[in-house]
């Protein structure tokens, strides 16, 4: 890839205290990766392999012992992290919605941050709403808890664009979503991430949402990346690891193959 | 007559909107400053745990000490204060009524407070503290826009736990010269004026829902967004503090005010001294149900003006003295001593209200016992009763020591029910007051001291140093000087603990001005 690397991993590691006897747990071992500019990566891993503390680096919800992480060619550990938060979009696992606020506020909250003016942040709420399907007349007012859980992922996902960031982390934002709703959330994400030149990373920890949705995919266990590359790429990838986790979409995809003749040609 | 149309409701009422105003005023001051204090330490606490256990546990210990007994531990406190700013600074404060009794309600209102607070903020999600962080507020943005707002309800309770609780003891602030709906209950205790008793019990019950239902209805209206609630609970709250501003607006700065300790002939003595300074046309007003100690520090401090003590009790709790010279003497020595303080003695009113071992006459003459030489041989079968402190007043200690008395028990009473219980036998002798009404009603009683063993307790007219050369006052109090004997005193103040229209200390007071002023 010719273009510099939007955000970089290099050689990063981060432990955490709270093993017995006081031992340190590694939840990031020596990581190094690089992100482009407008790729969609999605990093996979089951819980406890360290991608979700991967993701909260970028943004210095945490910070690394060692190693360094850079994003848009500045090392993170110079910017203020206030700041380096409200210039990325941040999409929590069901929402993360403030319960108190409407709709609108919740949506509002980084442009407010950032001291818009009261019009256009109404402007871009408004936006913003249409740009996630919601209805402005319908749902503005409401508090999250009168939301289905797809509608509240929805506006979890404004409330990240909201600022305009060039970059959104996402924190298993599908998980929690019935199988229906996530997959079309999923397919409307993935367009907004082309048309709005979006720069995506995406942690979960299902390889068939990975595999739909993700340009790239890096493979996390206990703490390392243990494979990294496109779908193909890694069909190719020959870690027993990845193989397993690569063996439930093929199961699935050959099963529905045999039970729906001629999905596969569409 | 019925129980409604009881005059004494009418009595009562005249006096609620000081009452009432004085207990707003005192209430939501302590309530306020204990809220500036408690929130932002319960902000900078609830991430530190061994903080946190410090600021809980002095709170606590805090809530453990009787309201009584912390408002009474303010009074001297800020007295030793005042003192020393008046040292250093050159400036020193009133250490009676409002700041004493503001102080202790804060302290007393800052637990609940504090730990709903600490409990309601470190009770939100930390998906959501993290979800403020992820999109991009400061700690301080984070507070108040997310955590405070989602710990408000465990907040709001805690406020309302703490305005009840400061309603309910700021009835206790009496004694230290707050006026406060207190002042019903301790004059309806000391007068037996159970209608006095109610009214202030209900007033302040009343007061205490009331803001209750006020904050609940300001949490509601923050909570669920809606603004007339909000609107209407502050308007609340605002009107009760206005209403407390317009008695002390009218109330007149430039009078005499008369003090009165928390027992029925100190009542009937204030009264009568009102009435006399009016009489003379001095405006006057009166401060009750003041505590034994803190009536003197308010003299001395010219917080009040005037006020009856007697010799005995200044003799030996104010000044500490142990020999026991004769009555006159004593008087005389008195008299220099509180000169020397600039405070004016001004004379004696007649009689004494001296502590006296009492029994009932009957049971007196089948024993044979008429004087406490004579109860020392019968003591061992006997029982005693004694006020809250008569047990541990120098008193009793010279009693035992003069007449070898020792008694099979001993019991603490509150002092308007001793007579009652020696008459009816519960106990064979009391530590009762010579000047008490129901000795002659319950034909009791009083055993010679031969030994004089009790101090003399002369009831003595006590000026304020600001008033040790004003004439005019001291004219209108001169015909009280030498003029009421005990039998008159123990009249007026067994038609003081009366409950009929005659008995307000007011109306004893003309009566016992009449008596005493035809003479």
């Known amino acids: 890839m010719a273009l510099a690397p939007l955000i970089a991993y290099a050689h990063v590691g981060k432990r955490f205290a709270g093993g017995h006897d006081g031992e340190r747990i590694t939840a990031v071992d020596d990581v190094s990766l690089d992100i482009a500019a407008g790729e969609f990566l999605a990093i996979v891993g089951a819980s406890g392999s360290g991608k979700s503390t991967l993701l909260r680096l970028a943004n210095r919800l945490l910070d690394p012992d060692s190693g360094r992480v850079t994003v848009e060619g500045q090392d993170v550990r110079d910017v203020d992290p206030v700041h380096l938060r409200r210039r990325m979009g941040y999409v929590f696992q069901s929402g993360g919605l403030f319960p108190h606020m409407r709709v609108f506020d919740n949506i509002a909250v980084t442009p407010r941050l950032l001291g818009w003016p009261a019009a256009e942040i109404a402007a871009r709420v408004d936006e913003l709403l249409d740009l996630v399907r919601l209805e402005r007349s319908l749902h503005c007012d409401r508090l999250p808890h009168e939301l289905s859980g797809g509608q509240q992922q929805r506006v979890g996902v404004a409330r990240a664009l909201a600022a305009r960031p060039r970059i959104m982390l996402m924190d298993e934002p599908f998980g929690a979503l019935d199988p229906l709703t996530r997959d079309t959330l999923g397919e409307e994400y993935r367009a907004l991430h082309r048309s709005l030149a979006l720069t995506t990373v995406m942690v979960t920890h299902d390889m068939t949402e990975a595999l739909l949705l993700a340009d790239r995919i890096a493979v996390m266990q206990a703490g390392r990346v243990v494979a990294q590359g496109q779908p193909a790429e890694l069909s190719n990838n020959n870690d027993p690891y990845v193989a397993e986790l690569l063996r439930t979409p093929r199961r699935q995809a050959e099963r529905l193959n045999a039970l729906l003749p001629g999905a596969s040609a569409q | ?519």
């Open chain 2, 1 to 519: 007559m019925s129980f409604l149309s009881d005059p004494r409701w009418r009595d009562a009422a005249a006096h609620l909107p000081d009452y009432l105003g004085s207990h707003v005023q005192v209430s939501l001051a302590a309530l306020a400053l204990g809220l500036v204090i408690s929130l932002p330490l319960a902000i900078l606490a609830r991430n530190h745990a061994v903080i946190r256990g410090i600021l809980l546990g002095l709170a606590s210990v805090v809530q453990t000490v009787p309201g009584l007994a912390l408002l009474a531990l303010f009074y001297p406190l800020l007295l030793a204060i005042a003192s020393l700013t008046l040292h250093w600074f050159g400036f020193d404060f009133s250490a009676f009524g409002f700041l004493p009794a503001m102080l202790a309600l804060a302290l007393y209102s800052m637990l609940p407070v504090l730990r709903n607070t600490i409990t309601g903020l470190n009770g939100v999600d930390p998906a959501l503290l993290e979800a403020a962080q992820g999109v991009g507020m400061t700690p301080r943005q984070s507070l108040f826009t997310v955590e405070l707002p989602l710990a408000l309800p465990v907040i709001m309770a805690g406020i309302r736990t703490s305005a009840v609780w400061v309603i309910g003891t700021a009835t206790l602030s009496t004694p230290i010269g707050q006026t406060s709906l207190g002042n019903y209950i301790f004059a309806g205790l000391q007068t037996q004026n159970w209608v006095l008793v109610l009214f202030g019990c209900a007033a302040s019950a009343l007061l205490a829902l009331a803001v209750d239902q006020f904050l609940t209805l300001i949490e509601r209206g923050l909570r669920e967004r809606k603004r007339l609630r909000t609107m209407l609970g502050s308007v609340g709250i605002a009107a009760l503090v206005a209403a407390t501003l317009i008695p002390s607006m009218a109330r007149e700065p430039l009078t005499y005010v008369v003090g009165a300790k928390t027992f029925a002939e100190q009542y009937v003595l204030s009264a009568l001294i009102e009435q006399r300074l009016q009489a003379a046309g001095l405006q006057a007003s009166t401060r009750e149900g003041l505590g034994s100690s803190v009536i003197f520090q308010a003299l001395a401090a010219n917080n009040i003006d005037v006020y009856v003590d007697y010799s005995g009790t200044l003799w030996l709790n104010q000044f500490h003295r142990t020999d026991m010279p004769p009555r006159e003497t004593l008087l005389a020595e008195l008299k220099e001593i509180l000169a020397k303080q600039d405070i004016t003695l001004l004379g004696a009113l007649g009689f004494e209200n001296a502590y006296a071992l009492v029994m009932p006459r009957q049971r007196a003459d089948a024993l044979g016992i008429h004087s406490i030489t004579d109860l020392a041989a019968h003591a061992p079968t006997l029982s005693i009763a004694g006020d809250y402190e008569f047990f541990s007043r120098p008193e009793w200690t010279a009693l035992q020591k003069a007449y070898g008395l020792s008694f099979r028990t001993q019991r603490q009473m509150q002092p308007d029910f001793m007579y009652a219980a020696v008459a009816s036998g519960d106990v064979d002798v009391i530590a009762g007051y010579t000047s008490e009404g129901r000795i002659r009603e319950y034909d009791l009683e009083t055993l010679a001291d031969p030994k004089h063993a009790i101090a003399p307790y002369d009831a003595v007219l006590l000026l304020a140093p600001r008033r040790a050369h004003d004439a005019a006052l001291q004219e209108a109090l001169k015909p009280l000087l030498e003029r009421i004997d005990i039998a008159t005193m123990r009249e007026a103040n067994l038609r003081a603990s009366g409950s009929n229209a005659n008995s307000p200390p007011a109306a004893v007071a003309l009566w016992l001005w009449q008596k005493i002023g035809r003479q």
